[in-house]
């Protein structure tokens, strides 16, 4: 039998009962499309973690307290300026002290912010930039001067249509002037509004707001993206010096760089990607399952038709290559269709629901093979039972 009248013998068979044709591939194309939209998503979100990430600053290098209970917390005002004096590979070092949740009052009511003390550095590191008004000043800085910059949601909730520049603000009990608004910033990687914040002068953050002498973390710019390892090293190395840490001392900090953070965020999406993805690989198998049944039924119900195929010439070799073939091609044509139902569904999901999906080539290919892999696997077996009737007692058959 050649392969157009193979194709064309199974394509008719196939065709005579489309609605039992349609129902057997709908395993398949939910088991395509889920994966492939699963895994579109996936690999959308890494890239918009990746760019959220990158949005944090430029070469970042972040020195936090140790992370566990029981550990204290010992980075100090001396480590940043021994950071500032000694390291050649960081063009910018701003320390930071973190207030959440801190009411703040001014304009037209009050409002549950984050309030940050920071460096004017903060600003190359970050890549930020004021809106309006202006930043403060080393001199700010130096003189403990109660100075604020708002962020633009704070500013939109409490003077909105106002101009806030000049204008009090008090945080806490301490009242503050508003010298600029910051350009907007939008979500970082975890979701949080950057916009949602309060900057100070750090040291006046840690005289009138914390009252702790210890900073919250020090974020720092690597000269160079090809120099962030030897600057991270270097930054190791002082800060140890600075702790009169021993050969052998556990360091009582943390050091994170951008490459890090983009890595351990990454690796966290791609985990729940192929778990979502090897989730929505159990409706391929199960629509596999659900093409053997069907042919199984299709090889009972015609058992005659068989009966007299052989008996006019046809050899076993040329039933199993048919009802093969059927199989097959239920199993392609539901892929199509799943393939489509996912390109539509990841364009809908881009334009209309903002959810990111960035659909790959490479799975897209391998979906389409894996579902003509299932109707082969799934479609041999009734295949074989075809081919191993004998054909007089499938010309008998009732």
Not at 302 to 312: H, N, P, Q
Not at 357 to 364: E, L, M, Q, R
Request: positive net charge; glycine residues 10%.
């Amino acid at each position: 039998m050649t392969v157009r009248k193979l194709a064309v013998l199974s394509a008719r068979s196939i065709f005579r009962n489309k609605m039992r044709s349609l129902l057997t591939s709908l395993g398949i194309i939910i088991g395509v499309c889920s994966v492939i939209v699963m895994v579109a998503v996936g690999q959308g979100s890494q890239r918009q973690v990746a760019r959220q990430i990158a949005s944090m600053g430029t070469n970042l290098i972040v020195v936090m307290p140790p992370r566990g209970p029981g550990v204290g917390n010992r980075i100090s005002l001396a480590d940043e300026a021994k950071l500032k004096a000694e390291s050649s590979y960081l063009s910018a070092v701003s320390g930071d002290v973190r207030l959440n949740s801190t009411k703040v009052v001014g304009g037209s009511g009050y409002w549950s912010t984050t309030v940050m003390g920071v460096e004017p550095d903060y600003l190359t590191i970050k890549q930020w930039g004021a809106a309006s008004g202006e930043f403060f000043t080393e001199r700010d800085v130096a003189a403990r001067n109660k100075v604020a910059v708002l962020g633009s949601t704070v500013a939109s909730k409490l003077f909105d249509g106002q101009d806030p520049i000049g204008q009090r603000l008090r945080i806490g009990a301490t009242p503050f002037t508003i010298i600029g608004v910051m350009a907007g910033k939008g979500s970082n990687a975890m979701g949080d509004d950057q916009d949602d914040v309060v900057l100070v002068p750090l040291t006046t953050a840690l005289a009138r707001l914390s009252k702790d002498p210890y900073l919250g973390g020090i974020e720092m710019s690597a000269v160079r993206s090809d120099l962030m390892a030897q600057a991270q090293s270097d930054v190791i190395a002082i800060l140890r010096e600075s702790h009169r840490l021993g050969r052998g001392q556990v360091d009582d900090f943390d050091v994170m760089n951008q490459s890090d953070i983009i890595k351990t965020a990454s690796q966290t999406s791609k985990t729940l990607t192929t778990l979502l993805a090897a989730i929505a690989g159990v409706s391929l198998v199960v629509g596999g399952i659900g093409i053997m049944n069907i042919m199984l039924v299709s090889v009972t119900e015609r058992t005659r038709e068989i009966g007299i195929r052989m008996s006019v010439g046809a050899r076993k070799r040329d039933i199993l290559m048919q009802f093969l073939a059927e199989s097959t091609i239920l199993s392609v044509l539901g892929g199509i269709v799943g393939i489509a139902l996912a390109l539509g569904l990841a364009f809908g999901l881009n334009r209309f629901a903002a959810v990111p999906a960035v659909v790959s080539p490479a799975i897209v290919a391998l979906s389409a093979v894996f579902a003509a892999v299932v109707g082969i696997f799934f479609g041999y077996y009734p295949a074989r039972k075809a081919a191993a009737l004998y054909p007089i007692d499938a010309l008998r058959y009732e």
